[in-house]
């Protein structure tokens, strides 16, 4: 199973980016994906947002509520995050990662699969 990021850089605040996750080797439509970040000095996984197999649930943190938005595209076996109105305290490495069971969707250790990362970096 491979899961590949894309879309990060350098943006200012205010600014908008788009991440993208295309993943491979797995059935794409049966897994819950989710976006995590790390920020610099940190060594945890920070949920962002998540979205259920078929896009009927979604959650978001509460720092990002009302700026991103996550959807999902099955037939393109990739998952999106569009962050609007980025501000110096969304920058952080960004994960997708992928769920076959779980009982809890914002806890990074649900998810079995992970991508590289793609690193955004907002200027203030």
């Known amino acids: 199973v491979q899961l590949v990021e894309s879309g990060g850089g350098l943006v200012q605040a205010g600014g908008s980016l788009r991440l993208s996750c295309t993943a491979s080797g797995q059935t794409f439509s049966n897994n819950q994906m989710g976006w995590f970040r790390r920020p610099p000095g940190k060594e945890e996984d920070e949920f962002v947002a998540t979205i259920s197999r078929k896009g009927r649930d979604i959650s978001y943190s509460e720092s990002v509520k009302g700026r991103f938005i996550i959807s999902r595209d099955n037939a393109k076996d990739t998952v999106y995050l569009q962050m609007n109105s980025l501000n110096p305290g969304d920058t952080a490495v960004y994960f997708c990662?992928?769920?076959?069971?779980?009982?809890?969707?914002?806890?990074?250790?649900?998810?079995?699969?992970w991508g590289q990362g793609t690193q955004v970096t907002v200027s203030s």
């Open positions: 990662a992928s769920a076959e069971t779980y009982s809890d969707v914002t806890d990074p250790a649900e998810y079995d699969f």
